[in-house]
């Protein structure tokens, strides 16, 4: 299983930006994808989770801010990648953080605040 995100960078506070997590070597219907994020000195935050049948579950307050997506790719070939995505809008200093996707096993995935399998992370920095 490999989890690759992109499109993290520097942003003015107010900008916007999309996050993609290229999931592979997973069939996306016995998985929920997540993001967290994790600022330094500060806890890791889930921020919401999506699966193969399209539920959304946001766990944090940036839920109006934050919209989660995926291509709705449900994998039978291990070697397709599903896509997710994570738009970012009229973002703050206080965002900035690494973000980063993950991958809950389990039909319950997108409930639970741990995960499988993660990928490197992408570091987002929102200028004031």
């Known amino acids: 299983v490999q989890l690759v995100e992109s499109g993290g960078g520097l942003v003015p506070a107010g900008g916007s930006l999309r996050l993609s997590c290229a999931a592979s070597?997973?069939?996306?219907?016995?998985?929920?994808i997540n993001w967290f994020r994790q600022a330094p000195g500060k806890e890791r935050e889930k921020i919401s989770c999506?699966?193969?049948?399209?539920?959304?579950?946001?766990?944090?307050?940036?839920?109006g801010r934050f919209i989660i997506s995926s291509d709705g790719a449900k994998n039978s070939d291990r070697g397709k990648n599903t896509v997710v995505y994570l738009q970012m809008t009229n973002m703050k200093p206080e965002d900035t953080a690494v973000y980063f996707c993950?991958?809950?096993?389990?039909?319950?995935?997108?409930?639970?605040?741990?995960?499988?399998?993660r990928g490197q992370g992408t570091q987002v920095t929102v200028s004031s």
């Open positions: 993950a991958a809950t096993y389990g039909i319950d995935a997108c409930t639970v605040q741990y995960f499988n399998f």
């Open positions: 070597g997973l069939h996306f219907d016995d998985y929920g």
């Open positions: 999506i699966n193969s049948d399209s539920e959304i579950f946001y766990t944090t307050p940036e839920k």
